[in-house]
């Protein structure tokens, strides 16, 4: 045909066709250009908002850092050493020749013993080792009662070989806490109990590094921590530690201790070494792992008794045996508090000498025994082995082992004494002068000391002729008062706090809040493009506060260190500096009251819950009262949705309303009381009160969390056909598999601790970590990987025009996109495009955050999850969008469920075993990050949920979007900055109250905790991602935002 055409034609044809490629070509790169040019504006819009939030992090960083280095106060510590040649009564030895006679009988004090064996078992609790008495006929013994008989036994049956006391501890009764103070005989300061991860070497002068000067040869077996605080101190060759932190772990360390002593107490090897030291761990392990009432535990304790056995027979009678526990242990079996059982270990000490006497004055028995405090251990050793006391030393010698078999060696008894009183007066002027004060000469403690002083000068002095009894003990008691005075005057001192550098603290906090609160509720309009402006005045606003702070660091001396001025200048100008672009948009800011129902009640949950803190009766009914809050908002939504003129969005907010109520009510039936809660309180989140063991109902509750709750989350993707794209894989496979792994996980767990099945236990171990491996490699690999790449869940609809009418019609959740000659095209899941995909980040990060929680925890981060999608649900129906309300909720249930999941805001219900549910050591960084992910799941859960308050229901073509997002964001980082400035605040106001590091303290660390890692998750996961989100949509609509 077409040869038959003219060749012109031919040509023209050719050429037309050219030109419409060309001009199709052009347009399309056009598009492109277009495209591309949305992309790179939204990312470096994106890029703003995502600096605007790390500089408020910023801000909290500083805040917290500031009102921390003021208010967990460390004591000052003084460097010099104690010296074999300069006792503390006088008495300068010059030539070398007395020295070395000093060394061989005793430095400052005849010494009693050459050699001793310090076995710790740790947490050693006092009613371990006593016969069990039954207080009435109801009670029974527990199965810690009557196994760990020997020290009771040889105490009552031979009283001047062996004596027992009730070892008082100070707090915190952390290991490596109470280490420091078995060997250095000085008190703890609060703020070193989080170091108990990674103990560095101790500076100050302690018992073991003054053996090693006097030429002692030490022998160290077991825990670790040991070595990390005096591995220098120690004979290499005889050294043998174990990893201490694998709580799970009953025996390896204590076989590891029996394997090594008793070979080493034999007769050739004990010539190797002067003071053997073995640490034993099984006993802590056990109640950590099973709570002090159950089975292991008294295999633990018999397996000791037999060691003390052996020991008893295998030493001579130049040696002191000592036996102690570091601390002790709560009902649960956990410590790091001050309760009774946490602060009262047990000591014994033996010798077959038989040197013990009983304490003056009083009459010994066995059944009530006198308590001894735990840093008298560091003198009484230290005098009994003839080396000199450690210089900060602050406890009195144990009165029993220097007053001899007959109790009557007064003169022994008022030396030693008036030896350890001497070196702390030395410590207490040296103190002084450190600290630039002034000795007070006419203190309580100073008159002890020089009554006592005076009346042994005229003893000597032959001005009493027939000293007796009588006067040796007023002199005893004068130097003891002495003692007690300055230990309990040293306790106050140390409890003092930096006011200056707190107030500093809570003075950028409260900036932050003032930032927060203008930036969420008091300005009208989009927050996008404002927020260049913003960084603008903030950037300027930083550099003048940075220079004038370290100019002025220069000028005046101030009470805060150079960087702490430098720190606080650069906060404080670039909260100026916000403040300042405010002048430029002023015109747009709101008043911040709240102006609707809603917003009232959000502001009232905030205040409320900051307010608790000021009263420590409030504070440890914290999660009554959140759970109240939470029923309030659900009735509230209930009786708002009711006056919806729509009869689905009336329908749809009662439904979810009642189901929100309901899983409050079901939630808290899941808690963990505190001490103080008691005896008002059910624990029920164990198996029983004296156990960490999960019960076994909650294992099926886990197996059916697996089934249902992907089911429950499909519900709420099918209300807006949005169950296509990729959302049926994410939710309906990949989570219920990790979710039905998370079980097999729990079952194998609990398996393993009830030795349920005959398997190896070494192939159990490993199936258990490959499982929950795996689960973590979904949740944050796998996960956040497909998150990035996933498409939006989309799915297409054909239907003809003689069928039935098109979704569009019946339904307003999809979208009729092109019509012709009878058929359409419907999109699903159109009018959720933004929440459908942004939920599937909720729904990986919630995978690994349930694996992490004991069984129950899991449960109750599973209701979180179907929670957070009821207030949703609720916010859309009563188009609660831009209200506060949706974030305070979310802070809410976060802070509500952090109780529910077995936490408390105390030491010792923080879950340590968790950095052993993937590993069999300790790693870092990534143990302290699981015992985060663990303490803080239901938070970080929330957090990442904020962006669907402005995202869930709302088409993606909508203006503003971002700036929802934003405002939404800064709310819920608001409420958070309320609280945790509040839990601050109070703590330094009622620094002086009685219960301040029992309620206050732990509840100030556990909201800066929050803080930072709420602000972590929300600026950098939750904002971030949102990149991705608005990044997928816009490849099938274009960029809006
Ligand atoms: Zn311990
Ligand atoms: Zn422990």
Redesign the pocket.
């Known amino acids: 045909m077409n040869n038959s055409l003219p060749e012109g034609l031919a040509a023209k044809f050719a050429e037309a066709k050219v030109r419409l490629h060309e001009k199709e070509r052009k347009s399309k790169q056009h598009i492109e250009r277009a495209n591309l040019r949305d992309e790179v504006q939204f990312k470096a819009t994106h890029g703003l908002l995502v600096v605007f939030f790390l500089w408020i992090i910023a801000l909290h960083a500083i805040g917290l850092f500031l009102f921390t280095r003021g208010f967990l106060l460390t004591r000052l510590v003084l460097e010099q050493q104690s010296q074999c040649e300069i006792s503390s009564i006088g008495g300068v030895v010059n030539s070398m020749t007395d020295l070395t006679l000093r060394r061989k009988h005793g430095c400052w004090h005849p010494k009693t013993f050459d050699k001793a064996v310090i076995v710790v078992i740790?947490?050693l609790r006092f009613d371990f080792t006593v016969p069990y008495e039954a207080r009435d006929n109801a009670s029974e013994p527990h199965y810690f009662h009557n196994a760990f008989t020997v020290l009771s036994e040889v105490a009552a049956s031979e009283p001047n070989n062996a004596i027992l006391f009730p070892f008082i501890a100070d707090p915190p009764t952390t290991?490596l806490q109470r280490l420091k103070g078995l060997t250095t005989g000085t008190l703890p300061t609060f703020i070193d109990a989080g170091s108990n991860f990674a103990g560095s070497e101790i500076d100050e002068d302690n018992l073991i590094a003054q053996l090693r000067r006097q030429g002692k040869r030490i022998a160290f077996l077991g825990d670790d921590t040991w070595v990390a605080l005096f591995g220098k101190h120690f004979e290499q060759n005889l050294t043998h530690p174990y990893d201490s932190l694998n709580?799970w772990d009953l025996h390896t360390v204590d076989n590891g201790v029996n394997e090594h002593i008793f070979p080493l107490l034999e007769q050739k090897e004990s010539k190797k070494w002067d003071v053997l030291i073995g640490h034993y761990l099984g006993v802590?392990h056990a109640g950590?792992r099973y709570g002090p009432d159950h089975p292991a535990m008294s295999n633990k304790l018999k397996q000791m008794d037999g060691v003390v056995r052996n020991l008893i027979e295998a030493i001579d009678s130049k040696t002191l045996l000592i036996v102690m526990g570091d601390h002790g242990m709560d009902p649960k079996g956990d410590?790091g508090g001050e309760s009774q059982g946490e602060i009262e270990a047990a000591l014994w000490m033996y010798s077959k000498k038989g040197i013990f006497g009983k304490y003056p004055g009083r009459a010994a028995s066995v059944a009530n025994p006198r308590p001894v405090a735990q840093i008298d251990i560091v003198p009484t050793l230290a005098l009994l082995l003839g080396v000199p006391i450690p210089y900060n030393n602050l406890g009195a010698p144990i009165a029993e082992a220097f007053v001899g078999p007959d109790s009557d060696n007064w003169e022994n008894l008022v030396q030693v004494n008036r030896i350890t009183g001497a070196q702390i007066r030395r410590y207490q002027q040296a103190y002084a002068v450190a600290r630039k004060e002034e000795v007070d000469g006419d203190s309580i403690a100073s008159t002890y000391w020089i009554r006592g002083e005076s009346k042994y000068n005229t003893l000597l002095a032959g001005g009493v002729p027939h000293a007796d009894a009588e006067h040796w003990s007023s002199i005893f008691h004068d130097f003891s008062a002495f003692q007690e005075e300055n230990l309990r005057v040293c306790r106050n001192l140390w409890a003092r706090f930096d006011l200056v550098s707190m107030s500093a603290g809570c003075l950028v906090l409260a900036g932050s809040i003032a930032i927060l609160a203008v930036y969420a509720r008091g300005i009208s309009g989009g927050r996008v493009e404002i927020t260049g402006l913003f960084l603008q005045c903030i950037g300027i606003g930083m550099s003048v506060g940075a220079l004038t702070a370290y100019v002025t660091g220069f000028v005046v001396s101030t009470k805060l260190s150079r960087t702490n001025t430098a720190l606080l200048g650069t906060a404080l100008g670039s909260m100026a500096g916000f403040a300042c672009a405010l002048v430029y948009i002023k015109w747009r800011l709101l008043p911040l009251w709240p102006t609707s129902v809603w917003g009232a009640l959000a502001a009232l949950f905030t205040v409320s819950h900051a307010l608790l803190f000021a009263s420590n009766s409030f504070t440890i009914w914290e999660d009554i009262v959140l759970n109240f809050f939470l029923a309030t908002f659900g009735i509230g939504a209930l009786v708002h949705s009711q006056r919806q003129s729509d009869l689905t969005a009336r329908a749809l907010g009662a439904y979810h309303s009642l189901v929100f109520l309901i899983l409050v009510r079901v939630a808290s039936l899941s808690k963990l009381c505190r001490e103080e809660q008691m005896p008002y309180c059910v624990s029920t989140f164990y198996a029983s009160a004296t156990t960490s063991v999960s019960a076994p109902y909650s294992l099926s509750l886990l197996l059916l969390m697996a089934i249902a709750l992907p089911s429950v989350i499909k519900s709420f993707y099918k209300g807006t056909k949005s169950y296509e794209g990729p959302a049926s894989f994410w939710i309906g496979f990949s989570f219920r598999i990790g979710l039905v792994l998370n079980a097999v996980y729990w079952i194998m767990d609990a398996a393993d601790n009830g030795e349920w099945l005959s398997i190896d236990e070494r192939l159990l171990k490993a199936t258990k970590m490959f499982v929950s491996q795996l689960i973590l490699a979904m949740g944050f690999v796998v996960g956040q990987v497909g998150f990035a790449w996933a498409q939006v869940c989309l799915g297409i609809e054909l239907s003809s025009k003689q069928g039935k009418k098109a979704p569009l019609e019946q339904n307003p959740t999809s979208k009729k996109i092109s019509s012709d000659s009878g058929g359409s095209v419907v999109l699903l899941g159109y009018s959720n495009l933004h929440g459908t995909r942004f939920l599937l980040l909720v729904i990986t990060w919630a995978l690994p955050l349930i694996l992490l929680q004991k069984p129950l925890g899991g449960i109750s981060m599973g209701i979180l999850l179907w929670q957070i999608l009821n207030v949703l649900e609720i916010i859309d129906c009563n188009e609660l969008n831009d209200s506060a309300i949706g974030p305070v909720v979310l802070g809410l249930l976060g802070n509500a469920h952090f109780f529910s999941t077995g936490h408390q805001a105390t030491l010792p219900s923080i879950q340590w075993e968790t950095a052993f549910i993937p590993f069999t050591t300790i790693v870092y960084p990534w143990s302290p990050l699981l015992i985060i992910l663990n303490s803080v799941g239901p938070q970080i859960l929330t957090a990442l949920s904020v962006p669907l308050i402005a995202l869930w229901k709302k088409q993606p073509k909508q203006c503003g979007m971002l700036s929802c997002v934003m405002v939404c964001i800064a709310t819920f980082i608001l409420y958070h900055t309320v609280v945790a400035t509040s839990a601050a605040a109070c703590a330094g106001w009622l620094r002086r109250h009685l219960m301040l590091h029992k309620i206050f303290s732990p509840r100030f660390m556990l909201g800066g905790v929050v803080l930072l890692v709420v602000d972590i998750v929300v600026s950098l996961v939750s904002l971030g991602a949102l990149r991705w989100n608005f990044m997928a949509v816009a490849e099938v609509f274009g960029y809006q935002y």
């Open positions: 740790d947490a290991t709580v802590d950590h410590h």
